[in-house]
């Protein structure tokens, strides 16, 4: 293993923990820059109802995400996010011209499905397997694709779910992956975004038992 370009343990005055770079200094204060973008629009999407909206802003947020990478040398999941950006703006576009009721054939999501979810699969093996870029390990790489993979489903699937836990466990493994690229800010994502999809959860269930004993109080009432 190469030996890094710098250390970013002083920096962050943590005399017990010594990241390593594998880029020089300024190309991290860079990837962080817009990691805190990416940032933003992680968490704003994930307290979006509207389909349609959060696919907008996933894709907003996978584009920062994408530059941050690649300034850190991280050319997988570089590469990964920028089709995980291209695919939800097309998507949005599509579920957009539903939404105003403009045409839409049905067999295009499908085919964009099958293009994203091919290009996913063939952009792994080249970059893991055949140019053999810097990653932690293949199999987190290869996790981290059938997360994707979850993803794409989603996006021609009704409503948010398939979505949301596909992008929980794909962040799970992002975790790993940013924190061996020295990504800080990155890995602070991957947690907030699935602490608040938890959070998402939480009030639909809190929702739902509100509206289950607004129902039971109804019946009651009614049968008195």
């Known amino acids: 293993m190469d030996a890094p370009y710098g250390q970013l343990g002083p920096f962050l005055g943590l005399s017990w923990l010594t990241f390593r770079l594998y880029v020089p200094l300024a190309q991290w204060y860079v990837s962080q820059f817009f990691a805190f973008f990416a940032f933003i629009f992680s968490v704003w999407s994930w307290q979006v109802k509207n389909k349609v909206r959060m696919m907008f802003l996933v894709g907003t947020f996978s584009a920062f995400l994408v530059l941050s990478a690649f300034f850190l040398g991280n050319y997988t999941l570089a590469l990964l996010f920028g089709l995980a950006a291209i695919r939800n703006y097309v998507f949005c576009f599509l579920d957009w011209r539903v939404s105003k009721g403009k045409h839409v054939a049905k067999w295009l999501p499908y085919m964009f499905a099958v293009i994203f979810a091919v290009s996913t699969i063939v952009s792994t093996i080249i970059l893991v397997h055949i140019v053999q870029v810097r990653t932690y390990g293949a199999w987190l790489e ?3 694709c059938l997360t994707l993979l979850g993803l794409i489903i989603g ?6 779910n398939l979505m949301r836990f596909s992008f929980i466990a794909n962040r799970i493994f992002n975790i790993i992956n940013h924190a061996y690229f020295a990504n ?12 608040s999809n938890v959070v998402f959860y939480i009030r639909q269930w809190v929702s739902s038992l509100k509206e289950r ?11 008195e």
């Open 155 to 160: 996006n021609i699937l009704k409503g948010t």
């Open 142 to 144: 290869w996790l981290i």
């Open 213 to 223: 004993k607004n129902v039971e109080n109804q019946e009651v009432q009614s049968a």
């Open 184 to 195: 800080i800010i990155a890995v602070f994502i991957a947690i907030c975004a699935i602490l």
